[in-house]
């Protein structure tokens, strides 16, 4: 049986709080979009407190490593291992492809999209990953898959946007 989770559950473990993004997954419509759009003001606050994007590069695999653990205890505890409302797979990707943009808010307006596109379109190989790999480590790497291929249209696409 799956469960909807609320305030009240993702409260109960530290891992509902990071698997859920902060409160983020729980938005009604559109929880993954809503995950996404959470970690831009997280990484703005990261720039802004002088931190580099650097140690942010270097803390990822953590990162990661923790959204595995984190999704699969809650996607166990909600009886759905890929729940949508677990979007924490979703802000360690955006950060993943934030640290390789421009700081501008086109360049983060257009890497959004671009990482919106191939994590809902989930073209191959990241809809094969998807089919292949279960439980919280296949939750996060279909997104990490999904900003590595959204770093790869913006590198091909901004110069001849004139972007860099």
């Given at each position: ?11 109960r ?26 970690a ?5 606050l ?63 307006a ?22 292949q790999?279960?439980?919280?480590f ?27």
């Amino acid at each position: 049986m799956t469960i909807s989770p609320d305030w009240r559950f993702m409260l109960r473990h530290p891992a509902h709080v990071i698997a859920l993004g902060l409160g983020s997954g729980l938005a009604a419509k559109a929880p993954g979009t809503f995950g996404t759009l959470a970690a831009l003001p997280l990484y703005a606050l990261w720039l802004a407190l002088g931190l580099s994007p650097t140690l942010l590069a270097w803390l990822l695999p953590l990162l990661f490593a923790l959204g595995c653990w984190a999704c699969q205890r809650t996607g166990d505890a909600l009886g759905a291992p890929d729940h949508g409302a677990m979007v924490w797979d979703e802000m360690v990707a955006m950060w993943a492809l934030l640290i390789v943009l421009p700081a501008t808010p086109l360049a983060w307006a257009l890497g959004f999209a671009l990482f919106r596109v191939f994590d809902i379109v989930k073209p191959w190989p990241i809809r094969w990953l998807d089919a292949q790999l279960k439980g919280g480590f296949g939750v996060m790497l279909d997104d990490a898959l999904a900003a590595l291929m959204a770093w790869a249209v913006w590198r091909l696409a901004a110069p001849a946007l004139g972007l860099g």
